[in-house]
């Protein structure tokens, strides 16, 4: 499993664009005390309200990784950025970035990274070589976030739900399968950059024995209703073997995004479904709850959707950014061995 | 796509057990017009029935590959055989192995082979970019194998669909997505080698548009129902946006094979569910066969457990070693567009 040094200088290049801050942004949210400040060229006119401090200050200060806080699109990392990153590595920093771009295509990052006994992580691939998955069933508890389709908040949720269940005194860890939860996490599998073989047992890595009463919280991928990526939900959901999983959902959305031709699933379908399919790996898993992306509704449109829903599918319907996840972490917490 | 250069001459190094010829067996079997001879070191004791041919004396005749027929617990190619692979690179012939270790990984035979000019394909192994799913319906009809487990008769079936409708006079190809699959047909995507990610987006590539009325028969990988290997068959499936399927089963497993706690599902269960999961890209996808390894049954007793299950199903239940599988063509080629 990649694991990241912390804390982090967050790097925004020249970016201009506020949206393309989006893994600074996330990082800043969700792991601010692993956070030390940003730094940016000139030309950036954005920020994400942190101290500015060089890379070279950052290090002094402690800074264990320079990370790429802008995720552009198309993902190509700038020539124009490269001095910056140079004097992170020179300040004797690891560089993590997500890009589409890998730090190790630059010849002179390598060879400056290997004179400084730093490392280049670029957490959208990966190198590693897993095992096949067993189907041994391992100890501890296991919560996964699906989804009707992608990029409709599952990693935000399964953040929300280990905030939640660590609030309430319950251990919890966020087990990181995408590039921005695996900065947040500081580890984790970029389960999609595996090879199709062996992404189940990626996930059994990903999550592996632990005490009775713990709980991975781990963040889904893709969804199985994809024309593109139901395999990697599919081998991500059995090598996780969840007791309990929680479907993610955006009721704006009328079609898979990007992919017209392919309508979203019914609630009540999608979760039959990710049943059967968590059931070949752990006959006990079961739907605890459902997370909704309610940011077009207003409140009264939202009140009723979450009281409608709830009753149709007698499941908890929260949104995490409206009034949190709490009704499921009941569920989870009922799930939850007392003595061990 | 992987294209390797034909005809082939078969090496069996220095075999003593002949299930290991498997490889061999099946190139034998598939494609006899394609294979020149075999070629194996003095301990051998294995043959599978063709003539000797050195590879120099092959090469001469025009064989274009030299062909590892053998696959050995472990995958892992002796020191002792590249002796004969040196000399097969010598007389100008490409190199395929199903090997898990890679012939790339010998630096003298990547030396030699670029001296030489020619190719050491890995075909278990796949450094190949695909692109993601487009979902876009392609032309052309489509037939997959899928199965109730691994390794019980998927790429059999696919073959002796493809020979039974070619031999009717529909226009069929057989699209190959694992090593043997690849070495019959001459090229293929090795799926479950691919970054999942891709694997939808490759099995589109590996069925491009045709004419109306031709017929894609798509070796199917892994299963649904195996807690390993799901995501790979899923993705395939996507990608194959099949018309059609057929199930493969083997009624003398009683369990996942090497999965003891792992069941199998009934045939109309795992009918329902390829059907459900074909539907996300194709929704008149649908079954039209079952086809069955009837190797542990008495004539009497296939005869019954064929009619019995047929009648149950409304289907038509074949093994393609007994009998053939003309029944389940017949439904294919009710479904052949006939005027184009």
Same mark, same amino acid.
Not at 124 to 141: I, L, Y
């Given at each position: $499993?990649?694991? /990241?040094?912390?804390?982090? &200088?967050?790097?925004? !290049? ?23 400040? %940003?730094? *940016? ?7 994400? !309200? ?6 070279? #200050?950052?290090?002094?200060? !402690? ?8 995720? *552009? ?18 300040? !004797? $920093? ?13 010849? @002179?990052?390598?060879? @400056? ?14 190198? +590693? ?22 990029? /409709? ?29 695996? $900065?947040?996490?500081? %580890? ?15 996930? %059994?890595?990903? *999550?592996?024995?632990? #005490? ?6 781990? %963040?889904?991928?893709?969804? &199985?209703?994809?024309?593109?990526? =139901?395999?990697? +939900? ?37 979760? =039959? ?23 077009? $509704? *207003? ?42």
């Amino acid at each position: $499993m990649l694991t /990241l040094k912390k804390p982090y &200088l967050l790097y925004l !290049g020249d970016a201009t664009i506020p949206t393309d801050a989006k893994t600074a942004c996330g990082l800043r949210d969700w792991c601010p005390n692993d956070v030390l400040g %940003e730094w *940016s060229l000139p030309a950036a006119t954005v920020s994400v !309200g942190l101290t500015r401090i060089a890379p070279a #200050a950052a290090a002094a200060r !402690g800074a264990g990784s320079f990370v790429i806080g802008i995720a *552009s699109v198309g993902g190509k990392l700038p020539d124009n950025w490269l001095p910056d990153i140079h004097a992170a590595i020179e300040a !004797g $920093m690891d560089i993590v970035s997500g890009m589409h771009t890998r730090l190790t295509s630059f010849p @002179a990052l390598v060879q @400056a990274a290997a004179a400084r006994g730093v490392q280049l992580h670029d957490v959208r691939h990966t190198d +590693t070589r897993f095992p096949a998955a067993t189907g041994r069933k391992r100890m501890g508890k296991r919560v996964a976030t699906v989804g009707t389709d992608c990029a /409709l908040g599952k990693k935000y949720t399964a953040l929300a739900l280990t905030r939640a269940l660590t609030a309430r005194g319950v251990r919890a860890t966020f087990r990181a399968t995408g590039q921005t939860g695996i $900065m947040i996490a500081g %580890e984790g599998i970029a389960i999609d950059a595996v090879v199709s073989d062996f992404v189940a047992g990626a996930a %059994e890595t990903l *999550s592996p024995d632990n #005490a009775p009463n713990h709980w991975d919280v781990i %963040e889904g991928q893709g969804s &199985l209703f994809h024309p593109a990526y =139901a395999g990697v +939900t599919l081998g991500l959901l059995h090598g996780s073997q969840p007791d309990a999983f929680v479907l993610c959902h955006d009721p704006s959305r009328t079609h898979i995004e990007y992919f017209p031709g392919f309508p979203l699933p019914t609630l009540d379908d999608a979760i =039959a479904q990710y049943t059967q399919a968590a059931h070949i790996t752990n006959a006990r898993a079961h739907c605890v709850g459902v997370s909704i992306n309610s940011s077009t $509704m *207003s409140d009264a449109a939202w009140a009723a959707y979450a009281r409608d829903h709830s009753r149709e599918l007698g499941l908890p319907v929260c949104d995490p950014l409206r009034g949190g996840v709490d009704a499921i972490v009941d569920r989870l917490i009922a799930l939850t061995p007392t003595s061990v």
